[in-house]
C-alpha cells in the first residue's frame, strides 16, 4: 500500500537569515512585589494635591528676570510646581505676569525627590539652558539617607549601563553592554556617578562635610584623588533580607551625577547594597526605625551653572530636609 504521508522537507537556514537578537541581561533586581501598592497611594496622593498646591517666597532659591529657582517639597509632581510658578509671582508681586506659558523646566526631579529645581522664564532662555545640560556644563549634588551595611570606602565613582528591562522597568546592566539593544527599541546608556560617605549612624566621616565633593575639595588642596573606581560588569552587593533594624547601619552620603539617568541615583544605590530609605521600588525599606516613609530621602542640594544670559558663575543651594540633619554639625 502506498505511504500517504506528506513529507515536509525543511531548507536549510540561508547564510543571509538575520539571527535572533540576543537581549543584555539587566543586573539589578526588578520591583519588589510590596512597591507596586505603596508607588499606586504615593501616586493618588500627589495628584490629590496637585490642584490646591501653592509656593511661598520661602520656596524661592533665586530669582531674576530670566531664572526662578525653588525648593522643590517631597510627594509632588515637578508640572504641579511649574503650574504654581505664575501665581506665586503675581501674589509677590503684584501685577500681570508676562507669557506664563513660556514658563519652561530646566531640570526634573523625581516626584518624591526634593531639592533645586530651575525655571526658566522664556524659550530663549530654556533653550540655552538645555544646550548647557546637554552639553555637561551644570554640576549637581544631592544628599540621600540610606541602609545597610556601613560601605568599607570613603568614596567611591561608579559607572555602569542604564536602560529599561522587557518588563519597562529602569535596571542597572554592565557598562561592557553600553550600545547594545534593549526590548521595544531603546540602547543602554551610560551611567556614572560619585558617591561620599557623609556619616554612618550619626557619626560623621569627614570633620567638616561641605556642599562640594570629596574630588572638588582634593582638587583644590592638590591633592591627589583618592577615590575607588568601580565599573560594573557581575551583579550587585545586594540588599540584606533581615528586617532588623539593629543589624543595619544609617548611612548619609552625597552624590555627584555625572550623567541625567532616569533614577540614576537611586539605581546605583541599589547596586551597591545601600537602598535609600523609603526607596520601595528599589528595595529600600517603607519603615525604618519606626519610622514609615512617604517617600525616599533623596534631596538635590545644590546645582552649579552659569548664568544662561549674563554668563555669571552661579550655585544654587537648597535647605536641607530633617533627615540630613547629622551634616549640619
Not at 536549510?12 to 499606586?40: C, G, H, N, R, T
Not at 505676569?97 to 524659550?123: C, W, Y
Not at 554592565?174 to 531603546?186: F, Q
Request: with cysteine; charged share 20%; net charge neutral.
Amino acid at each position: 500500500m502506498a505511504d500517504n504521508k506528506t513529507h515536509t522537507q525543511l531548507s536549510p537556514p540561508k547564510a543571509d537569515d538575520p539571527k535572533p537578537l540576543i537581549y543584555p541581561v539587566p543586573l539589578s533586581p526588578p520591583f519588589p512585589l510590596i512597591s507596586k501598592q505603596i508607588e499606586l497611594n504615593r501616586a493618588l496622593s500627589a495628584s490629590s494635591k496637585s490642584t490646591l498646591f501653592t509656593l511661598s517666597r520661602s520656596d524661592v532659591v533665586f530669582e531674576d528676570e530670566y531664572l526662578i529657582v525653588v525648593n522643590k517639597p517631597r510627594g509632588i509632581y515637578c508640572e504641579t510646581v511649574l503650574s504654581a510658578i505664575p501665581r506665586l509671582l503675581h501674589d509677590s508681586q503684584g501685577t500681570g505676569i508676562k507669557n506664563p506659558q513660556e514658563f519652561h523646566l530646566a531640570n526634573r526631579l523625581d516626584r518624591d525627590t526634593s531639592g533645586v529645581m530651575v525655571i526658566t522664564k522664556s524659550h530663549k532662555v530654556a533653550g540655552k539652558l538645555v544646550k548647557a545640560f546637554t552639553d555637561h556644563k551644570v554640576s549637581k549634588t544631592y544628599v540621600a539617607l540610606c541602609c545597610g551595611s556601613a560601605p568599607n570606602w570613603d568614596s567611591i565613582s561608579i559607572r555602569s549601563g542604564h536602560g529599561r528591562s522587557k518588563h519597562g522597568a529602569w535596571r542597572v546592566y554592565a557598562a561592557s553592554d553600553v550600545g547594545r539593544s534593549l526590548p521595544g527599541g531603546s540602547v543602554v546608556r551610560d551611567m556614572a556617578t560619585s558617591f561620599q560617605v557623609l556619616s554612618v549612624n550619626g557619626r560623621e566621616r569627614f570633620k567638616n562635610p561641605t556642599t562640594k565633593s570629596s574630588t572638588d575639595q582634593q582638587e583644590e588642596l592638590g591633592e591627589e584623588q583618592e577615590e575607588e573606581m568601580l565599573v560594573v560588569e557581575d551583579v550587585g552587593v545586594g540588599v540584606a533580607s533581615s528586617t532588623d533594624d539593629g543589624k543595619k547601619d544609617e548611612i548619609l552620603i552625597r552624590a555627584n551625577p555625572q550623567s541625567g539617568r532616569t533614577h540614576q541615583i537611586r539605581l546605583h544605590c541599589q547596586y551597591l547594597g545601600l537602598p535609600i530609605c523609603g526607596d520601595v521600588k528599589y528595595e529600600g525599606p517603607h519603615e525604618w526605625k519606626g519610622k514609615t516613609w512617604d517617600g525616599h530621602a533623596l534631596h538635590a542640594q545644590t546645582l552649579s551653572l552659569h548664568h544662561p544670559v549674563t554668563g555669571v558663575p552661579l550655585i544654587f543651594q537648597a535647605p536641607l530636609p530633617s533627615w540630613a540633619k547629622p551634616i549640619h554639625s
